[in-house]
Every structure is written in structure tokens, then in C-alpha cells.
């Protein structure tokens, strides 16, 4: 079956642009996350979504950042007004729920570039 | 609060010699601990985790990883290493709902 799949593979923006960052979950997963990954850096916890429940927002780094889940599939990441610190490998993830013994699936992240 | 350290940026071992990553956790309760691997330019991808039970895991690719309660440890092994192992590797711990990633260590293989 297919993976965790993320779109686009990469992108450049320039400074202060918002970007859209798309992921599609394994089918059938109903818990979905977030990560960032800087150069040097482990996986730094953004968000995650577990069904129609309110999302866990406490890793989102600042008011810029914002992520919905369209009818518990499909998640979107938008950064607004972009800054250089925000250049790094975002990945989603997804697992079968949010059980704390659950592996996660990862997708093949998105580099984002800011210039 | 949860937490999970690599002690090591980087391991270089020889092809054919046995390998180590260690990861030492800190957790209030009971951890669940993973082994997660990222091959460059890829997601990454579990390896292998611990629930409970006998405290040897074995995992994909020929890992296999101890679960140390007096010492906190959950290190990563190999009895012989292969070049297409050289990769990052990341280790993670749960306690309720939230997952904790280290840093990662870079494994390199030497041939």
C-alpha cells in the first residue's frame, strides 16, 4: 500500500511569502504529525491531529505557523510571512492512532528554503 | 518531563565489526522506547521499539536493541555492520501522548 506522501518535495520562497507544505496519511490512520528538522538538529515536534478531536498546537513555534486536517485525511502546514530561521525539513507522519506504543510512518519530507 | 539523549554526534565502524548507538532516556513512569533510522534523503522509518516484556528487541535489517532500567539505556546493536547501514539514527521515547526524538547519531560504515 502507498506510504505517508508529501508535497512539493522542495521549495524555495523568498522572505515574508506564506507557503503551503501538503500531506496525505497512510489510509486508514487517524493520527497525523508534524516535525521540523533543522540541519544539526533532531525532530522537533510541531503538531499533531487524532481524529476529529482538537489538535495538540504545543509544538507550533510561533502565530505564524497553522495546520488543519480536511475530513481527517489530508493535512495542510501554512507558514505565513516566512523567515530565514523558519529554512528546514518538514515531515509529516501518521500511525494507525495516537497510542503512545504506536510507530509512526514518515513521509519523505518537504525542504523548504527561504531566501 | 520526558527526555532522550545521544551521547554520540557521529560512530565510525569497520564493515563486518560489530556496531553500538547508545540512547539513555529519562521518563517519571514506564517508557516506550523506538529506534527510528533516516537514509539520505529519505523519511524516516522504525526499526524497532520496546513496550514491555523480555528486554532484548529485535528489529528490522539485523538490529537489535537492550532495554536497561537501571541504567536508563536503550542501546542500539549489530553483531556485524554493513556499509549500506551508514545512515541517522534516532532514538525516541513516549510516556502519555507525546514523542520525544534525540538529536540522532550519525552512523558511518566504513568499507
Known amino acids: 500500500g502507498a506510504g505517508v506522501s508529501q508535497s512539493p518535495s522542495n521549495k524555495v520562497t523568498e522572505k515574508g511569502k506564506d507557503v503551503e507544505l501538503r500531506c496525505d496519511p497512510i489510509?486508514?490512520?487517524?493520527?497525523l504529525y508534524w516535525y521540523r528538522q533543522s540541519l544539526g538538529q533532531g525532530l522537533e515536534f510541531l503538531i499533531y491531529?487524532?481524529?476529529?478531536?482538537?489538535?495538540?498546537k504545543s509544538g507550533l513555534p510561533s502565530d505564524r505557523f497553522s495546520a488543519e486536517r480536511t475530513g481527517g485525511s489530508v493535512s495542510t502546514l501554512t507558514i505565513q510571512r516566512t523567515q530565514q530561521e523558519d529554512s528546514a525539513v518538514y515531515l509529516c507522519?501518521?500511525?494507525?492512532?495516537?497510542?503512545?506504543?504506536?510507530?509512526?510512518?514518515f513521509g519523505p519530507g518537504t525542504r523548504l528554503t527561504v531566501l | 518531563a520526558q527526555s532522550v539523549a545521544q551521547p554520540e554526534d557521529q560512530v565510525n565502524v569497520a564493515e563486518g565489526n560489530p556496531l553500538t548507538v547508545k540512547c539513555t532516556y529519562s521518563?517519571?513512569?514506564?517508557?516506550?522506547l523506538f529506534w527510528y533510522v533516516q537514509y539520505p534523503n529519505r523519511g524516516l522509518q522504525f526499526l524497532l521499539k520496546?513496550?514491555?516484556?523480555?528486554?532484548l528487541v529485535k528489529g528490522s535489517y539485523g538490529f537489535e536493541a537492550e532495554f536497561n532500567k537501571s541504567q536508563t539505556s536503550f542501546h542500539l546493536k549489530k553483531p556485524s555492520a554493513l556499509v549500506s547501514d551508514s545512515a541517522l539514527y534516532f532514538c525516541?521515547?513516549?510516556?502519555?501522548?507525546?514523542?520525544?526524538f534525540g538529536k540522532g547519531t550519525r552512523l558511518h560504515i566504513l568499507p
Open positions: 507522519a501518521s500511525s494507525s492512532d495516537s497510542s503512545s506504543y504506536n510507530e509512526q510512518f
Open positions: 489510509s486508514g490512520h487517524t493520527a
Open positions: 491531529f487524532q481524529g476529529n478531536s482538537a489538535p495538540d
Open positions: 521518563v517519571s513512569g514506564n517508557p516506550y
Open positions: 520496546y513496550i514491555t516484556g523480555d528486554n
Open positions: 525516541a521515547v513516549t510516556e502519555y501522548d507525546k514523542i520525544i
